[in-house]
């Protein structure tokens, strides 16, 4: 993993990221406001609980380019890999039920 991501993962579990709250704290700036929001500008809220940023589908996107990304990184393993990939996958529910999934996920 790169640096800068081995360090930005360190600072987000640690609470250490310049948030606005953080700002604050650290006498950086006045005010704690999210922007977007006007709530309260932590690194939870940045990361996972602005609700100005989950009704503008800001967290959809994020989550669908981490997984653009697992994908291109998959896929490219498969490509200089000579082993077979599964035909079939099977999903276990909530309820214990197994279903079948082929190709992708459902
Ligand atoms: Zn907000």
């Keep these: 993993m790169a640096p800068l991501r081995i360090?930005?993962?360190i600072r987000s579990v640690y609470d250490l990221l310049p948030s606005n709250a953080n700002l604050v704290h650290w006498g950086k700036?006045?005010?704690?406001?999210?922007?977007?929001?006007?709530?309260?500008?932590?690194?939870?809220?940045v990361l996972s609980s602005c609700k100005v940023a989950l009704s503008q589908g800001r967290y959809t996107w994020?989550?669908?380019?981490?997984?653009?990304?697992l994908a291109s990184v998959i896929s490219?393993?498969?490509g200089q890999s000579n082993l077979p990939s599964p035909s079939l996958t099977i999903f276990t529910t909530e309820s214990g039920a197994k279903k079948r999934a082929a190709g992708r996920l459902r």
């Design 62 to 69: 994020r989550h669908n380019r981490v997984l653009q990304e």
């Design 76 to 78: 490219t393993a498969k």
């Design 7 to 9: 360090s930005f993962l």
């Design 29 to 45: 700036k006045a005010d704690p406001t999210c922007l977007l929001c006007h709530g309260r500008q932590t690194t939870e809220h």
